[in-house]
């Protein structure tokens, strides 16, 4: 039997796809709501190389359209150990009713879901109370068998707490990956008025990243900006720049671009820089002026002038 998913008309004028989403945005969002492997109740499983398959993108694509919808756009969570998704808002496109057959399928649907939080997420967006309420309980029960016996509440706060403080704490280790760094140049590309970052541009500056650093892209897409160039072929030809003068790191560049800017000493210095010299040199610089002048002299009296030439050549003729 052929299993449909309905999307609003309304999706195309959500304020949210409209004024924040790229095309690309649109395409990934449209298929996770439609895509093969969705369930009734907005959690499921699937593998990010699944996804790079039937969208025809790579991995590292897959990886940045994630990161930026659920840190940026907000509307999905994923866990890695399960291959678990949830879409948070999936009852305002799913559920507009109700009745037995949907509940029975949401609740068999529920007890296969093995992140249970992710339950917790969809529950506010259902629109449906006989639904919505299915959600709740679930994740009541479950969040009741997680407690252990004679834990008190106070306890079990304080050790999700600490938890909470040590995976912050791994978040900001992580915010130098190299996913990170994609995505904070992805970031930066779209905001600062470059464009759409498309699938092309997206895997030329992960490409790079590897060839490069983040600070040689970071810097290029900066100068940029300041250049009026808002344009990726201007970027990539300082990145080329910067990687063959071996300039890798912020520090390195902005050491060349000083002494770069400095004003090079040539000919036309050599009075100011005589100016600045100390007395001493200008002195020495008097005396070998006078000795040139006087070897000038010398050599000019040892030369016969133009009537003992001729005399001279005469007389050689007669003899």
């Given at each position: ?5 309905p ?6 004028t ?9 095309p ?6 449209l ?7 969705t ?7 699937i ?6 398959f ?5 991995i ?12 940026q756009h ?28 949907i ?31 299915i ?10 068998r ?7 509440k ?35 590309f ?81 009075e ?15 005396k070998?002026?006078?000795h ?12 016969p ?15």
């Amino acid at each position: 039997m052929s299993v449909y998913r309905p999307v609003q008309t309304e999706f195309w004028t959500d304020p949210k796809v409209v004024e924040e989403f790229t095309p690309e945005d649109k395409l990934f969002y449209l298929y996770l709501l439609t895509n093969p492997s969705t369930t009734q109740i907005g959690i499921y499983q699937i593998t990010k190389k699944t996804m790079a398959f039937e969208l025809g993108y790579s991995i590292e694509s897959i990886n940045v359209l994630m990161e930026r919808f659920i840190k940026q756009h907000k509307l999905i969570e994923y866990n890695a150990e399960t291959r678990e998704i949830v879409i948070l808002n999936w009852g305002k496109y799913n559920f507009k009713r109700a009745g037995k057959p949907i509940a029975d399928l949401v609740t068999k649907e529920l007890r296969n879901v093995k992140y249970r939080p992710f339950i917790q997420l969809v529950a506010p967006h259902v629109p449906v109370e006989s639904i919505r309420k299915i959600y709740e309980s679930w994740y009541e029960s479950s969040t009741n068998r997680t407690t252990i016996r004679g834990q008190t509440k106070e306890e079990t706060k304080e050790e999700t707490e600490t938890k909470t403080e040590e995976e912050t704490e791994d978040a900001k280790d992580e915010s130098s990956s190299p996913l990170n760094e994609l995505s904070n140049l992805i970031s930066f590309f779209q905001t600062e008025g470059f464009g759409n970052a498309t699938t092309f541009i997206i895997d030329e500056m992960r490409y790079e990243l590897e060839d490069s650093s983040y600070e040689v892209v970071r810097y290029a897409l900066e100068q940029s900006v300041a250049n009026g160039a808002r344009n990726w072929n201007y970027a990539k030809k300082i990145i080329k720049d910067k990687r063959e003068k071996n300039l890798l790191t912020r520090e390195a560049i902005e050491a060349f671009e000083a002494k770069r800017t400095q004003p090079k000493r040539g000919y036309g210095s050599q009075e100011s820089a005589m100016k600045q010299a100390p007395a001493w040199v200008e002195e020495e610089a008097k005396k070998q002026h006078e000795h040139d002048r006087r070897k000038r002299e010398e050599l000019n009296k040892d030369v016969p002038k133009e009537n003992e030439l001729i005399e001279l050549l005469q007389s050689l003729k007669q003899g």
